[in-house]
């Protein structure tokens, strides 16, 4: 079997930032992978670099494909749109290598350890990662839009109706849900180096809602997106301290782990880190320098499945325990899910439910289940779902394809 063609499309109508992928061989099995952020630059990548090793290629020598393409771009950095590529194509891999078994990846990876994977909400809605009204559709990290109050808008709901939003996820089976209530005052001139007193209580006003209302009926998470510097992270963890959090995520700038060892060290709540690593000394500081409570992986940022699990098993060693990172595509979603089941060191899976509700069905041709908090691991072969083909269409959605 020969990778014969390579196709990529970007679905600037519905998710922007994402950059779908197919890898198609000789015999007639297509792969689906799928990275988000810069997705043309992704794309350039794959069909200008990266085609030139893998067609004519048997799909099925996954490590060797990694170990090739990483170690060729480290030879001129290797952590941007490279490495993402990389994650790309080696969900693609695996779920070729799925089909061609008939085995769901997990099967591959050893076996099941959880049928199902416990899930929070992160509160966004519809246009936090997809299409926004702004017809550039361009959002930058950390800077989502709110929107307005809507059909599944979480973000709205969680800064205007917390307590409303926490009974109805409550209802709906969740135990946790994250919020990024810090953002706004990031946003402000020198926010990273000051945040007011006034906007610590702004920021923690939805917490201090809902612990008031409901109690301990659900937990809580914060995700601060990186924005802040030392002194400003420690003074909003001493606020964070009397709601009990799960984890407060990313408060820190995570470009200094010595930093984030310090941090941990002097903020009193559980921290997690970070979806923002992409390369493994990253994470393997971060546990040697007692850096985080948690560690925080999204698969087609760090290299994929093989990385993921990689990365996972390596946290187990340290007893940290890891949490799956997605408020992108349906197969980062997907591929978390996968290796979580293999392992009883992942603690939970991220999904915003306007993405698996309003956006995903747009875009793969399976739905994902979530019942009672928990995502059900797929039993279909690969990686569990193939995108619609509708997405991949001559002269539309910068629809790309090189061939053998």
């Not at 060797?64 to 993402?84: C, K, P, V």
Request: net charge negative; proline share 5%.
């Amino acid at each position: 079997m020969q990778i014969t063609k390579i196709e990529t499309a970007i679905p600037d109508q519905i998710m922007p930032g994402l950059l779908l992928l197919r890898i198609h061989t000789s015999d007639g099995i297509v792969g689906c992978g799928e990275t988000y952020y810069a997705p043309e630059s992704v794309a350039s990548m794959l069909h200008d670099w990266m085609h030139h090793h893998l067609l004519g290629e048997n799909p099925l020598d996954i490590e060797r494909h990694w170990r090739f393409l990483y170690e060729r771009t480290t030879n001129f950095g290797s952590r941007g749109a490279e490495l993402r590529a990389i994650s790309a194509i080696d969900l693609a891999l695996w779920d070729i290598l799925g089909q061609v078994t008939k085995m769901p990846v997990w099967q591959l990876l050893g076996g099941r350890v959880q049928d199902s994977i416990p899930t929070y909400n992160s509160c966004g809605g519809p246009s936090y990662g997809g299409k926004t009204e702004d017809s550039s559709g361009h959002i930058w990290p950390g800077h989502g839009p709110m929107g307005n109050q809507g059909p599944l808008n979480d973000y709205w709901s969680i800064v205007h109706e917390p307590v409303q939003l926490a009974e109805e996820l409550i209802g709906e089976g969740y135990t946790a849900l994250k919020t990024w209530s810090t953002d706004f005052a990031a946003h402000k001139t020198n926010g990273p180096l000051h945040v007011s007193l006034m906007d610590v209580e702004k920021a923690v006003e939805p917490f201090r809602k809902i612990r008031e209302a409901l109690g301990n009926k659900i937990e809580l998470i914060l995700d601060g997106h990186g924005f802040f510097q030392l002194p400003m992270a420690i003074r909003l963890a001493q606020h964070l301290r009397e709601f009990d959090l799960l984890w407060a995520e990313d408060l820190l700038r995570v470009d200094s782990i010595d930093t984030l060892a310090d941090f941990r060290d002097k903020a009193g709540i559980p921290l997690a880190v970070s979806e923002m690593f992409s390369g493994p000394d990253d994470f393997r500081l971060t546990l040697e320098k007692r850096s985080a409570d948690y560690l925080m992986i999204d698969p087609t940022w760090v290299g994929g499945i093989s990385q993921t699990r990689n990365i996972t098993r390596l946290a187990q060693f340290y007893n940290v325990p890891v949490v799956m990172h997605d408020c992108t595509g349906p197969l980062t979603l997907l591929a978390g899910v996968q290796v979580a089941a293999t392992s009883n060191n992942v603690a939970w899976q991220e999904s915003v439910r306007a993405h698996v509700r309003m956006l995903y069905p747009k875009l793969i041709d399976t739905e994902v289940t979530i019942e009672k908090g928990r995502i059900t691991v797929p039993e279909r072969a690969g990686i569990g779902a193939a995108w619609q083909p509708e997405l991949f269409q001559s002269g539309q959605g910068q629809h790309r394809i090189t061939s053998l």
